[in-house]
């Protein structure tokens, strides 16, 4: 089915190129219109998006200490290099990457299961999705704070558990672990309304075929509701890899980079904003974005994630 | 339907039309009455002594200049950066800067703020004590003139520490006693990854004898032992029983707290400590009340932290040879983006006169930088440690001078946290090569 839509929209662009076939004036004058209101939204995007990326490529290409501006010059490639050969750069996208990867991949599981459990719920649907929500509303910053104090020796209820003298944040390992928690505690419901979204594409006589034909609950998940789900799975990892990728208040909070946990994001900000190096703040900006748009390629291009809306082109062609 | 549009335009127009006026009248440096408004952006700790004194120089000046003392960020970090936006971006709403010590270089080799004129800059220096004078200068003048003073102690707890330490191996020795005998014990210092812990190594080095830069900014760390002697006592502090095990984050908050708490001997820590612990309840920071052992009790026993609490000179790297502890506090600057510059100046010497300053150390507990206020029995009855201040003071060590400060401190810092893993012989080789690319602000920041 997968095949057939594929090739439905490739066969009319190939056949245009070779062929050029004529489109009538009505439909171009329609595209035409389409154009015009389609220019605020361009006009607004290039000036919110579209500069201050350019600009910020721009600056990386440049010398730029804002307390020494008169050595300002263009060096090229310098401050790639000087990033990329740092090892301040490779530590922090290391720890972000582990940060990324566990949270999104705990979230995924936990996600789900709550997902599965709230389209279950008979009763109060509603205020079993509110409560679930709940940690997703608490401000980032109020709930780093909260596992601070929860996590500080002779302080925090949460170390109290733990053996005299421990303190889990001091340390890299406990403190990277500590952060995953608090991203998971916090994006969760998040992953589990957009997995709750996909759930409501798998029909429910689908479901009751399967159990007449005796396939029990492990057997539905894995062979029906998942296969069903993907697109829905694959749009939530998406945006929650681009999202924990960029992850910064939390550790901006809970240890401000101490002990190794720093993540990409916060050397970016400690070269822009604490030391005024516009150069090497501006390329390490540019790199992110460089990585987030690797992960965004590789999820559209090889797991076949759709763009929104792209669904209905599809439907229309076919 | 063309009228709708044609009135529609009109709308716009008016809108945009009212939105300049204001910003017009909202961006006018002048007031009504021809009296120059001066801006000024003041820490929140202390802000309302800097609004109380910003509003007797405006009535004091006769009906020329009136202050608008607007209050900024809470963390230093913070306020750098609005200011940095703000001079950047070439506000000249921007007359009088309150600036932490640590900012002189850099903003004036940025070309943000004035050096004060010659006489002015004269004026200053007799009236001010050394260290906190120095503070203010780059490259031999004057660019910000001292309005508070700061300067770390040691306090401890009288009960549990008849004879306090006078150097950090006695304090190591005495807390490792009193964890022995199960009674609170730990040593509070700021070891986290911040600028707190580049102040302790920069006090530890000139303690003993060494320099982390030159007059000149040359890299100096590596000369001699001093260090290397440095790091051993950090060190010893982090591995030993002594340090509360929350060390590698603990900023001057977090020792004020353990201290407060019952569950510390010893902090090294700012004055303002003081006013906090005799603070009266029920946020009073010193009533915890103390078992007759001295360990931290919820029990009303009639004896709280606040009753055994004391103070005495900075530890030392060595017996014999009083500590250099690192100056703090603020100093007044005039930004270059300002429009009236001369009134600013005058502005700046009533700021900084003898009454702010003495509202500023009774109410705030920030300590006064002239040298007669020290001097006055008036003074030193309402501001009980003014002693082992002013002593601290004659010692103090300055920061390292240089443009790129916060560079070379966040190195220091991320190279020396977290302390218990401080390796002085692989680190005197990373701390050198470090700074030495960190003062030209080359390369990353950690």
Redesign the interface.
């Known amino acids: 089915m997968m095949m057939t839509a594929q090739t439905g929209v490739r066969a009319p662009v190939s056949a245009r190129g070779h062929q050029r076939v004529p489109v009538p004036e009505g439909v171009r004058s329609e595209h035409r219109f389409a154009a015009l209101l389609c220019a605020p939204a361009v006009l607004v995007i290039t000036v919110v998006a579209a500069y201050p990326i350019g600009y910020a490529i721009y600056l990386s290409f440049q010398r730029f200490d804002l307390r020494f501006s008169e050595q300002r010059s263009f060096v090229g490639l310098a401050n790639y290099g000087a990033v990329l050969t740092s090892h301040y750069w490779w530590q922090a996208l290391t720890v972000t990457l582990i940060i990324t990867v566990v949270s999104v991949a705990i979230e995924l599981v936990i996600g789900l299961a709550l997902a599965l459990a709230m389209n279950r719920t008979l009763v109060g649907r509603g205020l079993v999705r509110t409560v679930v929500l709940i940690p997703y509303s608490i401000i980032t910053v109020v709930a780093a704070f909260s596992w601070q104090f929860a996590w500080t020796p002779n302080k925090g209820y949460l170390a109290a558990l733990l053996p005299a003298g421990v303190a889990p944040l001091t340390d890299q390992v406990s403190a990277v672990a500590v952060i995953i928690l608090a991203e998971v505690w916090k994006t969760t419901p998040f992953m589990a309304l957009l997995l709750l979204a996909g759930l409501a594409l798998v029909p429910d006589e689908l479901l009751r075929a399967a159990q007449i034909d005796g396939a029990g609950p492990w057997k539905r998940l894995t062979t029906v509701i998942l296969p069903l789900m993907k697109p829905a799975i694959l749009v939530a990892l998406l945006f929650r890899t681009l999202d924990a990728f960029r992850i910064f208040d939390s550790i901006y909070i809970l240890t401000q980079g101490s002990n190794g946990t720093g993540s990409v994001s916060m050397l970016g900000y400690d070269n822009l904003f604490i030391v005024f190096n516009l150069g090497i703040g501006s390329t390490i900006s540019v790199l992110i974005f460089m990585v987030v748009a690797i992960v965004a390629f590789v999820f559209v291009k090889l797991f076949g994630v759709a763009a929104p809306g792209a669904e209905a082109d599809e439907r229309r062609q076919r | 339907m063309h009228c709708g549009e044609a009135s529609g335009w009109r709308v716009v127009a008016a809108a945009v039309g009212l939105l300049l006026v204001a910003a017009t009248l909202t961006g006018c440096g002048s007031g009504d009455s021809g009296r120059v408004v001066l801006h000024s952006y003041s820490p929140v700790d202390g802000a309302d002594q800097y609004a109380a004194a910003a509003a007797a120089c405006s009535r004091a000046s006769g009906g020329r200049y009136t202050i608008q003392m607007r209050t900024g960020r809470r963390s230093t ?1 913070d306020q750098r ?1 609005q200011l ?1 936006r703000r001079l ?1 971006a070439n506000d000249s709403d921007l007359d009088i800067m309150l600036l932490d010590v640590i900012w002189t270089a ?1 903003f004036a ?3 943000w703020i004035l050096p004060y004129p010659a006489d002015l800059a004269r004026h200053v220096e007799q009236e001010t004590l050394q260290g906190p004078y120095e503070t203010g200068t780059y490259q031999g003048r004057l660019y910000a003139a001292p309005l508070n003073t700061n300067t770390q102690l040691l306090w401890y707890r009288t009960d549990l520490v008849p004879n306090p330490p006078r150097t950090w191996d006695e304090m190591i020795q005495m807390a490792e006693d009193l964890a022995a005998r199960g009674l609170p014990h730990y040593i509070e210092v700021q070891g ?3 600028e707190g812990l580049t102040v302790w190594f920069n006090t530890l080095v000139t303690t003993a004898g060494g320099s982390i830069l030159s007059e000149n900014g040359e890299v100096e760390v590596a000369h001699g032992d001093a260090a290397r002697r440095a790091m051993e006592v950090m060190a010893r502090v982090a591995t030993s029983p002594a340090a509360d ?5 603990a900023k001057e908050t977090d020792a004020r707290l ?1 201290m407060e ?1 019952g ?1 510390a001997a010893f902090q090294v820590n700012y004055p303002a400590v003081h006013a906090s612990v005799n603070t009266p309840g029920p946020d009073g920071g010193g009533g915890t009340f103390i078992d007759p052992l001295g360990r931290p009790t919820i029990q009303d026993t009639g004896r709280r932290v606040r009753d055994v609490f004391g103070w005495t000179a900075y530890p030392s790297v060595m017996s014999g040879k009083p500590a250099t502890v690192t100056v703090g506090g603020l100093n007044l600057g005039v930004s270059t983006t300002s429009q009236h510059p001369a009134e600013a100046f005058e502005a700046v010497q009533c700021l900084r006169n003898r009454e702010n300053q003495l509202r500023n150390a009774i109410d705030a507990g920030m300590p006064p930088t002239l040298r007669e206020l020290y001097d006055d029995p008036a003074f030193q009855r309402e501001y009980p440690a003014w002693q082992a201040i002013r002593d601290s003071l004659a010692a103090a060590s300055v920061r390292p001078k240089t ?2 400060y ?2 070379v401190s ?1 190195v220091i810092s991320d190279l020396l ?2 302390p218990a893993e401080i390796n002085p012989d692989t680190m005197l080789g990373q701390l050198t090569d470090g700074i030495a690319e960190a003062v030209k ?6």
């Open positions: 970090d950066l940095a950047v850099e080799q940025a070309g986290a990854q911040f095990p929350s060390l590698s984050v353990a708490a569950l443009p790129a916060q560079n966040i946290n977290p602000s080359e390369g990353l920041v950690p």
